[in-house]
């Protein structure tokens, strides 16, 4: 299968770094093409090199990469392509990071901190995009740090449809595992119309990943929770809010986050947690490395590529999202 496919006088181009080549193969299979073959490889002193095989020029080109570990390889290798497709001659480009790399650094804390969001959209811009599409940003104020459009994808329906077919619809309480979560959790609540509960933490300011539980607001006993947040790094803080609704009487916890970062003691902490489930979607491939049987993952393949298809066709980005 060829990694191009034209519209009229349009050229759309699918290329992938090798952060996570599953993702990428699925997408390119829902687009009808395949991905353009490419060489890169690291020198020995982890200098990266790639060169595509194919022509770029004129054509519409569209390269993903998602930010896993080691995840500074993978920023810079995505950077080294987006610049070999403007010197190759790319009519544009569009950057596709299903997980968009330093998110969690959106704002300065304290004093003397980075906005490392903003950093990754600079360069970005700086190599050569022309456009990101992404899923599930940490915060959407992220969305204006990029000097251009940015099309935001957001893995909810593909979540929560999934588990209304699972669990029936009058037991399910939606929790929000912060404050900061709420507004998302909202939103699951209108889709399947169950009430919302919060989970009440304060964290460490001065000790990275550490929280402590304190209190749940609203009705859980008796209920099957759905803690909803937009990603689970060590698992620190999901499963102490799972322990909080188990002891304030939840029949059962279901956890679902767009992406499943996994890093450090997450695998035992998911294991050892009682939750019954944990889904993810596959932005990343954390989650289907660790093999873990209450682990679920879903395809955000599909929603990648239905908008790739409205982006090379001039449609609306939107529109995926405005029924659902």
Known sequence: MTGIKTTGEKKLMFFSGRAHPELAEEVAQQLGVGVVPTKAFDFANGEIYVRYEESARGADCFVIQSHTAPINQWIMEQLIMIDALKRASARSVTVIVPFYGYA?????????????????????????????????????????????????????????????KKVARDKLTVVSPDAGRVRVADRWCDRLGAPLAIVHKRR?????????????????????????????????????????????????????????????????????????????????????????????????????????????????????????
């Open 104 to 164: 969690r650094q959106d704002k300065k804390h304290r004093g003397r901190e980075p906005i490392s969001a903003r950093l990754i959209a600079d360069m970005m811009k700086t190599a050569g995009a022309d456009r990101i599409l992404t899923v599930d940003l940490h915060t959407d104020q992220i969305q204006g740090f990029f000097d251009g459009p940015v099309d935001h994808l957001f893995a909810l329906p593909l979540l929560a449809d999934y588990v209304g």
């Open 204 to 324: 460490d300011k001065d000790v990275a990943n550490q929280v402590t539980v304190h209190e749940v607001v609203g009705d859980v006993e008796g209920r099957v929770c759905v803690l909803v947040d937009d990603m689970i790094d060590t698992g620190g803080t999901i499963c102490g809010a799972a322990d909080a609704l188990f002891a304030h009487g939840a029949e059962d916890v279901i956890v679902t986050a767009t992406h499943g970062v996994l890093s450090g003691p997450a695998a035992d902490r998911l294991k050892n947690s009682k939750v019954s489930e944990f889904i993810f979607t596959n932005t990343l491939p954390s989650a289907s490395d660790l093999q873990l049987d209450k682990i679920t993952v879903l395809s955000i393949a599909p929603t990648i590529a239905s908008a790739v298809r409205e982006v090379f066709e001039d449609g609306s980005v939107t529109s995926l999202f405005e029924e659902q």
